[in-house]
C-alpha cells in the first residue's frame, strides 16, 4: 500500500489517498487512532459510478464512523473510474441497456452478466485491501462492511472471516448466485431498505433478506425513494455498528 497525498477533515479526521498495485482507495482515521490502542475498521462499499463522484457521500460516512471511533476505507471498483474498462462489464452494461430501450424485462442471464463479474473481480480486490489496511498502525479489527453493490457485500461477508459485521443496502438486479452467498454469511446482519425505491425490486430484496443464515440479521424498512433514506436510518446504521464492532473490540 502507497499513500500518495494526506489532508483533515474536520480538523481530527486523518483522509489518506493511497494505491494497492492499480487499485487507488481512501482511508479516513479518527483521532483517537494509535499504534498502542488500534481502532475498527468499516469497509465502505460503493456503486460503480467511480470513486471521484462518489466522494463527498464517502467523506461523510466516514465521518460518522470517526465519530464513533472506527477507522474506515473504500477502493475503486473495477472498470469504475479511471480504471481501465472491463470488456465482460461493458458487455454487460450493454445489454442491460439494450434490453431497458426495448421495454423488456431485465432476465436473469441479463442479471448474472451485468453483476457477477463485478463480483469475480471486485472481492479478491477487497481482501487484498484488507490485508494492507490491517497493517497500518492505529488500525485493528474487528472489520466491518458497510453498503455498496449489495452482491459484493454478500459474497465478502460470506467468504472473508475477518467481516464481524455488515450493514448492506438493499438493491435490485440481484444473481441467482447471491442468494446462494447468502446462506453462507452467518455474521450480524442489518439490511437498509427503501420501500418505494424505484430501481429496486422489493420481493427480490425481501427473498434476499429471508435467504441469510444470519441468525441475528435485521431489516429497517423505510417508506421513500431510493434518495430519501431518512437521517434516523443511518443513526440505526452507526448503532448497529457501534454493537458489533466496538464493543467486540473492548
Partial sequence: MHFTSASHLDGDVLERDFTLGEVPGVLWT???ADPSAPVPLILLGMPPLGLARMRPRLADRARRAAADGFASATIE???SGERP???ALE???AEL???MAAGEPVGPETIDALVLPLVELAVPEWRAALDALLEVPGIGGPVGYSGGV???GVRLAAVEPRIAAAGLFAGSLLPRATFEDARRVTVPLHVLLQWDD???DRRASLDLFDAFGSAEKSLSANMGGHTGVPEYAGEAAAGFFARHLKNSAE
Avoid: D, F, T
Wanted: aromatic share 0%; hydrophobic share 30%; net charge positive.
Fill in 91 to 93: 458487455q454487460g452494461r
Fill in 150 to 152: 449489495i452482491s459484493i
Fill in 198 to 200: 424505484e430501481g429496486n
Fill in 85 to 87: 474498462r472491463v470488456p
Fill in 97 to 99: 441497456r439494450r434490453a
Fill in 77 to 79: 471498483l473495477p472498470g
Fill in 30 to 32: 479518527p483521532a483517537s
